[in-house]
């Protein structure tokens, strides 16, 4: 009988000592069993959103700095049967290729040549060509950058909301 009376006090001084820990950690002023349990689930609860919010400054932090430090940089020169168009960034370019490609095919150039370059930035150089398919209308430079631009903005925004 002794020995079930001095395991059954070891083991409540086991708990009574968890209990003082976890009161002490979770900040509680509580005195009950119960409460400090509650306290310490509404603590695991607050710092689970702290994790989240800080999860989420640092990927807007990390978009900004991207977006601020990768700026995108435009070149379109015309030539003898097109135009020669140039797109380059550092880095921070996933997803452009294609919004690049969808304005080329707004416009109706067809790419005659081209090469992309994602090693080290981005780099796109392509020489398009009016498609002559059923358009009489004649594009200039300024009308290709304005489409390029479009796209490079239409990309920055897509990136912006995704995080």
Same mark, same amino acid.
């Given at each position: 009988?002794?020995?079930?009376?001095? @395991?059954?006090? @070891?083991?409540?001084?086991?708990?009574?000592?968890?209990?003082?820990?976890? &009161?002490?950690?979770?900040?509680?002023?509580?005195?009950?069993?119960?409460?400090?349990?509650?306290?310490?689930?509404?603590?695991?609860?607050?710092? +689970?959103?702290?994790?989240?919010?800080?999860?989420?400054?640092?990927?807007?932090?990390?978009?900004?700095?991207?977006?601020?430090?990768?700026?995108?940089?435009? @070149?379109?020169?015309?030539?003898?049967? *097109?135009? #020669?168009?140039?797109?380059?960034?550092? @880095?921070?370019?996933?997803?452009?290729?294609?919004? #690049?490609?969808?304005?080329?095919?707004?416009? *109706?150039?067809?790419?005659?040549?081209? &090469?992309?370059?994602?090693?080290?930035?981005?780099?796109?150089?392509?020489?398009?060509?009016?498609?002559?398919?059923?358009?009489?209308?004649?594009?200039?430079?300024?009308?290709?950058?304005?489409?390029?631009? +479009?796209?490079?903005?239409?990309?920055?925004?897509?990136?912006?909301?995704?995080?």
């Amino acid at each position: 009988m002794k020995n079930v009376v001095s @395991r059954e006090s @070891r083991m409540a001084a086991a708990t009574c000592k968890k209990m003082r820990t976890l &009161r002490s950690i979770t900040n509680s002023h509580a005195y009950s069993k119960t409460t400090i349990i509650l306290d310490a689930t509404k603590y695991i609860d607050e710092l +689970k959103h702290r994790v989240e919010r800080i999860n989420q400054e640092i990927a807007m932090a990390q978009n900004s700095t991207c977006q601020k430090s990768c700026p995108v940089q435009l @070149r379109v020169e015309a030539q003898d049967k *097109g135009f #020669l168009i140039k797109v380059f960034s550092e @880095r921070c370019c996933g997803g452009l290729l294609v919004f #690049l490609l969808e304005a080329f095919e707004e416009l *109706g150039l067809d790419i005659f040549q081209a &090469r992309v370059s994602c090693s080290e930035g981005f780099l796109f150089e392509a020489v398009g060509v009016k498609d002559d398919q059923g358009s009489s209308e004649c594009l200039i430079v300024q009308d290709i950058k304005r489409g390029v631009w +479009k796209a490079i903005q239409n990309w920055s925004n897509q990136v912006k909301e995704r995080t």
